[in-house]
């Protein structure tokens, strides 16, 4: 497992189809620190974008 559980947290409400600002309204962040989360999730999972990140995690179990 490669993500953090902040991080884990930040891409669970992304693949409920929250929006950055949404998730840092929920997480109490600033949507510049969602963003970076959401850079840092997909550079760890391999995935080219957001919903390449989310369906790598589904599929490795992540999610």
């Known amino acids: 497992m490669p993500l953090t559980p902040r991080e884990l947290s930040v891409l669970s409400l992304a693949a409920e189809g929250a929006s950055v600002s949404e998730i840092a309204r929920s997480l109490h962040l600033c949507n510049g620190t969602v963003r970076n989360y959401m850079a ?18 589904h599929s490795a179990g992540w999610l």
């Not at 840092?40 to 995690?57: H, L, P, Q, Y």
């Open 40 to 57: 840092a999730i997909t550079r760890k999972t391999g995935g080219r974008n957001r919903v390449d990140a989310i369906r790598i995690s």
